[in-house]
């Protein structure tokens, strides 16, 4: 049997949708037995929520008054602890699984895997590099623990109506005090739908330009109820904060609908959209190369486009 | 005075579109243009600027390599690196073996900072900062973009998924630079001519005892599946209605 430790990723009161894509990859791993691990100040709000998933079959928790914030070098020693009596530890492949994972792969002496985008076999992933250009299909050695972070866009979260039982850990490692949180800024308004989750996203690029214009971009995504994007260059411009940025070094998304708006396209921005089940493109230069991936494009100047597509959606 | 160690991958470059080599076992880099990771640039250039507030009093270049990635350790030195090291491999080592060497080379120079690129753009592992510090025992402050000093404590602005974290880590630690953390200067000609005199000096992997097998094998390498490809609309009306039709809107 693959005994599946899942880490979760939570604000404190509910799980992540990221942790609940990565149950879906752990749910593929033959004979699988998924326990998501819960590390909190008080874990348990996010313990009911985990444990409503369905496929898990056991939550748990370690409540430490310095899990308030998740930091790496003070969750990892946990988790090793933990992972003792699992055969894998697996979290989502965002910010927060990128900064802690190898932290938890270095400490047990194994190597990981990344972004783990396909399940293969127990031991088996497939996993993208160069920019998504070329697929690796990896194979971990069985006599060790696997360790690996899942790319969120290549699943689909688990579903709900699960019931699994829970229970309360105690670990007693020494927590390093090298590493303190200070403070967030969340630059992006939280009423916006959040944009690795959302069903709809509307990006802009740099043909926008200006910090100004990009408000285009914020009202057409609200009256679509969509979560708003960005390209590098667009981030780099100061059009949009850097939580928007989408591609190989932002986020890869995989929403219902993705609206490219004056983005050219480079392959690191294509990367982090290619599993969008419909992609829109709206740009002036018919050669730009979004054109080849998108599902329905719009050869248009996007400050002409933009208002008209606004009013037929309000007719 | 704070020492420096700035890690230097060499790898295909930016603006190359990689291909996959026929028979799958990876990607065709023959007569492909090399460069310096972008994001290891960054992280150099961090390193310098930090060195030229006078808060740092030198910064050594590391690479894990073959012979080869000396070009990419001289561009380093023409930016500004002092020296330079390049441990030799024959091949590609995986992001552990990697890590336990920058460990090894950190505690021989008694670094006081690591400064890594937050990821490599062949492999976009995106894992050797946490590991050295790991393996280290130390604290990281991975996709940093703004990293300030003082005393023994670094306080670092982190681009999460949420916004910005800061967080502060007591000296030595290891960052990871992320796309906002600077923007590396150009390389001028004096410079490169400069770079030519500086030392680089050359390790053997096998010198360090490190074994090179981690028990990860790559069985195969193969393209991704192509988008089919859609369709052009000639207006706003028939992109709304389409998207309409699929229910999309």
């Known amino acids: ?76 020693p946990q988790i090793v602890a933990v992972a003792a009596h699992y055969t894998h530890v697996l979290a989502a492949s965002t910010a927060f699984g990128k900064d802690l994972l190898p932290r938890v792969a270095a400490l047990l002496g194994v190597p990981q895997i990344s972004d783990a985008m396909a399940v293969e076999g127990a031991y088996k992933f497939k996993r993208p ?8 299909t990896l194979e971990a050695s069985p006599d060790r623990i696997l360790v690996a972070s899942v790319r969120g866009a290549s699943f689909e979260p688990a579903a709900r109506g699960g019931n699994a039982p829970i229970s309360a850990l105690s670990v007693t490692v020494e927590l390093p005090t090298h590493t303190r ?96 089940k419909t992609i829109v493109a709206i740009n002036k230069d018919a050669e730009a190369p979004i054109f080849e991936v998108s599902d329905f494009g719009l050869v248009a100047d996007l400050f002409v486009v933009l208002p008209e597509i606004e009013k037929a959606l309000a007719g | 005075m704070r020492k420096i160690l700035v890690g230097i991958k060499r790898v295909v470059d930016y603006n190359v579109r990689v291909r996959v080599k026929p028979d799958g076992s990876g990607v065709a880099l023959e007569g492909v243009k090399m460069s310096v990771n972008p994001f290891d640039e960054i992280a150099l250039e961090e390193a310098l ?52 060497v ?19 753009i062949d492999d976009d592992a995106a894992q050797t900062a946490p590991m050295v510090a790991a393996l280290w025992g130390r604290p990281q402050a991975t996709f940093a973009s703004k990293i300030t000093l003082e005393g023994s404590v670094a306080t670092v602005i982190r681009e999460v998924d949420a916004g910005l974290e800061t967080i502060a880590v007591d000296l030595p630690a290891v960052f990871s630079a992320d796309l906002r953390l600077n923007e590396p200067r150009y390389v001028k000609l004096p410079d490169i001519m400069k770079a030519k005199k500086k030392p680089l000096d050359i390790i053997e992997f096998s010198a360090l005892g490190i074994a090179a097998d981690v028990g990860l094998k790559t069985v195969f390498v193969e393209p991704p599946k192509p988008r089919s490809k859609g369709i052009v609309v000639k207006d706003v009306a028939e992109l709304v209605d389409a998207l309409q039709k699929k229910g999309l809107i």
């Open chain 1, 181 to 276: 949180y200070v403070s967030l800024s969340a630059a992006a308004s939280s009423d916006r739908p959040d944009l690795a989750s959302a069903a709809k996203v509307i990006s802009g690029g740099r043909a926008l330009g200006s910090k100004e214009n990009f408000a285009l971009i914020y009202s057409l995504a609200s009256k679509m109820g969509a979560a708003v994007g960005a390209s590098r260059a667009a981030v780099d411009a100061g059009y949009a904060p850097n939580e928007l940025q989408v591609g190989q070094t932002g986020k890869i998304i995989a929403p219902q609908l993705y609206v490219a708006v004056g983005i050219s396209g480079a392959i690191q921005h294509l990367t982090g959209i290619k599993d969008a």
């Open chain 2, 49 to 100: 600027r930090i060195k030229e507030r006078g808060e740092a009093s030198e910064v050594v270049a590391v690479s894990i390599g073959t012979e080869d990635a000396q070009q990419q350790l001289r561009t380093a030195l023409a930016m500004g690196a002092d020296r330079a090291i390049l441990v030799k491999v024959s091949e590609a080592v995986d992001p552990l073996v990697a890590s336990r």
């Open chain 2, 102 to 120: 920058l460990v090894a080379i950190a505690q021989q120079e008694n670094a006081d900072l690591v400064i890594l690129g937050k990821q490599a």
């Open chain 1, 129 to 136: 590099t160069y920019a998504g250009n070329a697929i690796v």
């Open chain 1, 1 to 76: 049997m693959s005994k599946i430790l899942v880490i979760a990723e939570h604000d404190g009161a509910k799980l992540n949708q990221a942790t609940a894509r990565a149950v879906t990859c752990a749910r593929q791993i033959p004979d699988a037995h998924v326990t998501i691990a819960v590390f909190a100040a008080d874990p348990a709000a996010v313990a009911a929520d985990a444990a409503t998933l369905a496929g898990v079959d056991a939550v748990v928790t370690v409540a430490h008054s310095a899990n308030e914030t998740a930091l790496a070098a003070v969750l990892a």
